[in-house]
């Protein structure tokens, strides 16, 4: 987006946005793919967690394999229809590839050839009555939706000369009950964070972007194009139960105790729904994966990732601090700990 020029911006708009073209494209690709059945015969990597609990260092670390292939910016606006995005892939001149920090301002640096969440404008498309929810709640995705998503996969990690994609997608934790039971024979991580520590990066990143926002009205725009809703803005909070009242609505995101409140909605139904105990789904712990080099070769030993030693270190940016100016709920607190703890007791480890 830093560098985005007037005719990128059209063309996202065009081939991304809510207009009849981008309809047109997932329509057409959604009906051609909807009774093929592919999910057991791929070995897709999927990375998925609330945002800010190491899911992008994650990703990054693995893609520096060049064992797997992933959905990158160079594919973008066109990833909707996967030919097409090969075709501007294959035929287009390398532009500059100059690395910059991305908005997140947290070390992280991309460039076109970074991977990044990409898959989400196929929900977004797939299911139109959600777009204009202020909230996301669960789904159960239908069969069909289901194969023509794999094929969606399939089709992209062919063009790349693939069997498989590692895909990250934060709102894929979601879909794991319907992803993990279609794609069996795929490997799902799941990253969990120190609870206030996760909760203190996304207040702080809500901030942050709603800052970038206000100055340039098109980042807003983008996030709400690619489906990113973790902060900002454009935020919404996650609803897991069906029937479930509107909890946020009583939360200021100003203050942290709304961050802490969603973490604990979202590892308490992760930890309830018993996910974890599923034999292709793995928590994994942030602060253990940063300090312990053997938890990342475990991950690369179940997806047969064998070049485990490429990319760069992973590095844990939790901060110490004086909890108590946060004034926040003790009891609760220490509730998201116990929750921590007994996800750590089911971690990769």
Known sequence: MNNYSYLDKVLHRQFLGSNPLSYFLHKQFYLKNTKYNLGHKNEHVFVTGLARSGTTALLNKIFSSKEIPSLTYKQMPFILSPHISN?????SRDKNNESFDRYHNDGIKIDINSPECLDEPFWIKSFEDSVNKNYISLKEVPKETLSA???FLYQH?????SSRILIKNNNNHLRLISLSKYFSNSKFFVMIREPLSQARSLLNQHKNFIRIQK??????EYMNIIGHYEFGLNSKAFIYNYGESRWDEDFDKSLIDYWLTQWIKTYEWILKSNLLNKSNIFSIVYEELCDDKFIYKKICDLIKVKNFETGTDLICSNKSFNENVLHLNKSKLNYSRDIYQEIKKKSLS
């Open 87 to 91: 075709l501007i892939v294959k035929f």
């Open 149 to 151: 998503y794999s094929n």
């Open 157 to 161: 990690a062919a063009y790349q000369n």
């Open 215 to 220: 100055k340039d009205p098109f980042v807003l």
